[in-house]
């Protein structure tokens, strides 16, 4: 999200307190009070549309596929995209759910645009970071399988402000993501509200290339960094002991070029954690950056790491604030009830 200052971390932080007991009780009366029981009705039907931009399917773009259909959808649609690349901007509202959009390959079927923070809108003003992406789903139970997304505007140097340039926002609820590959420099995926799931992805970026207050797990992931001077990976942007978001990383896999921090505070209450990860030797040294070194978010920032390993998994534990958990404090962090997965994943998808 934000530029990244060219600062080394000051490891003479306090270590993470747990929250006050107002705060756990506020949070446990609030979650009372929002508790509803309704009866789910999912959806009824199933429709499949072709898009190739040779003029063989149903549409020639993916935005007139997702315009095809009806608001308020009660059907699964499988939106079949063939083979090449859409330079389009694609937008699902969310009034629009049960979609999947089913590529023909991540390497083979692929969505791009290049809009930057700094560039306009329609209305004159300038987009800003949330509405740069190439692909923006607003709708719940959107499913995207072997398929590539890119924003394609050039790579800032670290302190140029307005070259945010997402590749992917997904604001919707209980998204999950297969074989799939996001491709940017300075904030490539958004992942932004709601509960995600992404196996045996590719993500590609160099500063905050996976920034938002999703709740979100990644498992079986590459994240490779392009950063030419100092890059991070996560910046996650929980506000809020009481919210439930953050960021889970399960058997993953960070390569590319460095110097890298590993996750950064966005939010005061920030939740990151690697399980079972191997880090190239790209990691700066303390690993893990505060953001705002004023806040004191380094006293209520949830980082931590389980058995991860590689050259550069010393320098993820650098910080006396990113906890080396144990077993029973990383469990719910590796399993798919983090994201409540049980209830609407199937048993072959995690």
Same mark, same amino acid.
């Given at each position: 999200?934000? *530029? ?28 009372? +009070?929002?508790?509803?029981? %309704? ?7 199933? +429709?499949?549309?072709?898009? *190739? ?42 009034? =629009? ?16 645009? %290049? *809009? ?56 919707? *609820? ?33 500063? #905050? ?34 919210? =439930? ?18 996750? +950064? ?31 004191? =978010? ?8 389980? =058995? ?17 958990? #144990? ?24």
């Amino acid at each position: 999200m934000g *530029d990244l200052p060219i600062l080394l971390l000051v490891t003479s932080c306090l270590f993470l307190l747990p929250p006050p007991q107002h705060l756990t009780s506020a949070c446990a009366l609030n979650s009372t +009070r929002r508790h509803h029981y %309704h009866h789910w009705v999912g959806p009824s039907g199933r +429709r499949v549309v072709t898009v *190739d931009g040779n003029g063989s399917g149903d549409f020639l773009s993916v935005q007139a596929a997702v315009d095809s259909i009806p608001e308020g959808n009660t059907q699964k649609v499988l939106v079949h995209i063939h083979a090449g690349v859409y330079i389009e901007k694609v937008v699902i509202p969310a009034t =629009k759910s049960y979609i999947t959009f089913q590529g023909a390959g991540m390497e083979k079927t692929v969505i791009e645009w %290049h *809009d930057r923070a700094s560039d306009r809108g329609p209305d004159g003003q300038q987009l800003r970071t949330y509405h740069t992406a190439s692909v923006i789903v607003f709708a719940n139970y959107f499913t995207a399988r072997n398929i590539s997304f890119k924003n394609t505007a050039p790579a800032p140097l670290p302190g140029m402000e307005g070259w945010q340039a997402a590749a992917f926002r997904i604001s919707g *609820d209980k998204a999950y993501f297969l074989g799939c590959g996001f491709y940017g420099a300075q904030d490539t995926l958004c992942d932004d509200a709601g509960r995600h799931y992404f196996k045996d992805c590719y993500i590609e970026g160099s500063i #905050d290339f996976i920034f938002g207050n999703g709740r979100s797990m990644y498992k079986n992931c590459q994240l490779h960094s392009v950063a030419t001077r100092f890059g991070s990976i996560a910046a996650q942007d929980r506000k809020s002991p009481c919210e =439930k978001t953050g960021f889970a990383f399960v058997n993953c896999t960070v390569t590319g070029t460095g110097p890298l921090y590993v996750g +950064r505070a966005m939010g005061q209450y920030s939740r990151i954690v690697y399980s079972y990860t191997y880090f190239d030797n790209v990691v700066a040294p303390g690993g893990w950056d505060d953001w705002d070194h004023s806040a004191g =978010k380094n006293r209520t920032a949830f980082f931590g790491v389980y =058995k991860c390993w590689g050259p550069g998994a010393a320098a993820v534990r650098g910080v006396s604030w990113a906890r080396e958990l #144990d077993y029973q404090t990383a469990r719910p962090f590796m399993a798919k009830s983090f994201v409540n997965g049980r209830h609407w994943l199937g048993p072959s998808d995690a």
